[in-house]
Each structure stands twice: as C-alpha cells, then as structure tokens.
C-alpha cells in the first residue's frame, strides 16, 4: 500500500457497531468492566483508548514501523523516550537541538542524573569521538530547528551500532512523507505531532515510533505511569489531519522552494537556509536520504535586529507566531521566541544569530504568499 493510501485507511476501519466511516471519539476517561478486571481490553484512558489505537496504527504504518505511542506533546514524548533511562547515561544530541529538547535536558532531566552532551552531528569525527565513550542514545535532529542542518543519517547510525548505542531521531521537520529513519536502522523515531501531522495548528502531541516491542512497552508503560497520555479528541484530530498530509507537504515543500528561490535573489536577504536550495551546504545529503525538503525556510536578512522586528510583525499571510507545519504560513524569530529557553552564547557558538527569521510556509497560494514578502520587504 502507498503512502497516502495508508494516511487514510490504516488505523481507520468503519466503526463496528454503526458502520460509521470515521471511527468515533471515545470520550471517556474510563470503561465498564464486565467482572473486576475483566474488560474489552481498555480500563482507564490513561493507560489507553481507541482513538490513541487508531492513531497508533496509521502512524506506525506511514512511519514504515511496527509500534507507536502517542503522547501529550511532543516534549512529552521526549519525556516518554529519555525516562527509560537511568541515573548517570549520558546522551548525546546535535548542539543546535530546539530550544524546548535542550531545555527537558538541561535543565529538568539533568536534575535525575541524565548528562548531555552536545556536538556537532555534521562532523561525523566528533560522532565517532562522543559515541566511543559510550553514552546511552543519541539524538539527533535532521533537517535541524531552525537552522535546516542536515546529518548524514545512515552514517551516523552506522557508527551507533558499531558502539552499541540507541539511536532517536526527530524526524518532525522532514515527515513520514520525505523520510523514514526506522528503514535506515534508527531504533526510535520522534515527532510532534502538532507540526505538520496534524497540520492545520489546532491541536498539540508527540509520538515515538519503533520496531522494537520490548522499547514500546516501556513507552507505554511510562506513558500511563507519568501520565503523558494525549486527549481522545486531539487523537481523533490527529487522525483526521493525517490523512491529507501527502497532499499537504507536496504543496509545502513546492511551495518553500519558490520562496527560497525568491529570498535568495532579493536585496535585502542575507542568507537563505533551505535544504533544497543547491547552495545549501548539505544539499547533496539531504538528496541522498529525503524525498523532498519540507516547507521551512530559515533566512538572515541584511536589515538591522529592529528593522528585522518590523518586518516580521508586518505581514499579512505570514502570522507571527510560534510553531510550523500547518496550512497556514507563520513566521518566527527564534532568538526571542522558540529558542530563546537557549542562552544567548550558545546559541551564538551554534549559528542561531539574532537576526534569524523561520518562515513555515504554508499552502496559500503561492502568488499571495510572494506578494506579502516582497511588499513587506518593499516598505523596509
Ligand atoms: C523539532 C521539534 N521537536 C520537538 C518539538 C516539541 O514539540 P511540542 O511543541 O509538540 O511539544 C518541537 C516544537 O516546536 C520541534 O520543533
């Protein structure tokens, strides 16, 4: 079965009672038990409901594998994949790592004994380097937040193995739909769910995806005993949304490309960050291991930090915004929005300057958006 095919059937049969195409939303936070302990395999929505099953199947089956938790958030599935650690494991993760992962490390897990320890995943000497010393995971992020840094995945999954390591991936910027790490040998896949899966900004949650029954367990098991469990309803608008993310990222990544494309020639534009630009220093990479780029588009302009300010509240299709990946376009200045639970030093040592702009370009169309670019651009 191909990819869009998937999106919208598994995980999603007629409901059996009814014969209702879309399977309903359980709203209910517990189920009748015909004995004590005696139920149709679901006791307290904490620990599990249908609409999270449906969720599971499609999400596990587009992501090319066996199992998948859903969780509240994204974060909380970080939360789900780092607390089956122990006490004194270290981990490894990219230096530019979004702010919100860095600060669930760095300042919550680090208080349990977790250490983390960030390289530059693009040097994969210093991989080897940090993996030899035989940390427990490492994670990595590719296309990276928000500077679209692309590792070379396969490469560094090659190393983990060699040193017995556990490998994560988030894989929320590039999608089921350009690239499926657990087909390279990755033992977990992350998203948020919030970004593009879901797609159209009204709802937030995570999943961690893998072949490994043993590692899904624990996930599930520290899902319901943490109590990271998703909403039935933000589940059942999860699935709902999946179902046109095909359509959905063809049109992002088209899209995106034009407005790199534009940027890049304009005046007033510094540095365009787009994987899918030939000038993008991984380019070559990211045509290995992706089938498309996705549909966000990091830029430094040549304006000042204020004037940057101005233009990025000026837009009219562009909302200033935190967040990506929905149908319609944002913008974000990570230095004081996504990113800014980073110190400014290092978030200077790692590239992210002040004046970096994130576009999530969305699905309007094209014309519309290019006109609010260059008309905001026009008046600075
Ligand atoms: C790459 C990446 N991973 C994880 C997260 C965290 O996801 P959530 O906001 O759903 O907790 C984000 C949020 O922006 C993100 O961009």
């Known amino acids: 079965m191909k990819f869009s095919t998937k999106a919208i059937h598994i995980g999603q049969e007629a409901d059996k009672t009814t014969g209702a195409v879309i399977p309903p939303i359980y709203m209910t936070s517990t189920y009748k ?15 599990g409901n249908p609409n999270f099953y449906n969720l599971e199947q499609t999400l596990a089956s587009i992501e090319e594998g066996k199992y998948a938790t859903v969780f509240s958030s994204g974060l909380g599935a ?33 208080t349990f004994g977790i250490k983390l320890n960030l390289i530059d995943t693009l040097d994969l000497n210093a991989v080897e380097i940090a993996l030899k010393q035989k940390p427990k995971l490492i994670i990595l992020e590719s296309p990276t937040n928000p500077l679209l840094r692309i590792s070379d995945i396969p490469a560094i999954i090659a190393i983990a193995k060699k040193y ?19 087909t390279w040998g990755v033992d977990v896949v ?25 590692l899904d367990d624990k996930f599930k098991f520290n899902r319901m005993s943490i109590g990271l469990n998703p909403s039935p309803f933000d589940t059942w608008l999860l699935t709902r949304g999946i179902k046109t993310l ?11 490309l034009e407005v790199a494309k534009f940027l890049e020639a304009h005046p007033k534009v510094k540095t365009v960050y787009y994987p899918g630009l030939e000038s993008h220093p991984q380019h070559d990479i990211a045509k290995k291991q992706m089938r498309g780029f996705s549909g966000i588009v990091s830029v430094e302009f040549d304006l000042d ?24 376009s944002l913008v974000d200045h990570p230095a004081s929005m996504t990113h800014a639970s980073i110190p400014r030093e290092e978030r200077m040592k790692n590239g992210l300057n002040d004046g970096l702009v994130r576009f999530s370009v969305g699905i309007e169309h094209i014309d519309d958006i290019i006109k609010d670019l260059q008309s905001r651009l026009d008046k600075i």
């Open 33 to 47: 038990q015909e004995w004590p302990n005696q139920h149709k395999g679901y006791d307290y929505t904490r620990a």
């Open 78 to 110: 970080t939360t789900g994949l780092i607390s089956t650690l122990d006490s004194g494991d270290i981990v490894v993760a990219g230096k530019d790592l979004y702010g919100g992962t860095f600060r669930l490390l760095n300042s919550v897990f680090n």
């Open 164 to 182: 017995g390591i556990m490998t994560a991936i988030d894989n929320t910027f590039a999608t089921p739909y350009f690239q499926n790490p657990l």
């Open 190 to 214: 992350l998203h948020s769910t919030t970004k593009y899966i879901g797609g159209h900004s009204d709802v937030v949650g995570g999943t961690l995806i893998t072949n490994n029954k043993e």
């Open 246 to 256: 095909a359509v959905r990222m063809e049109q992002h990544a088209k899209s995106a």
């Open 305 to 328: 930090l204020e004037q940057t300010k101005k233009l990025i509240s000026s837009f009219e299709i562009f909302a200033l915004a935190e967040s990506l990946g929905g149908v319609e």
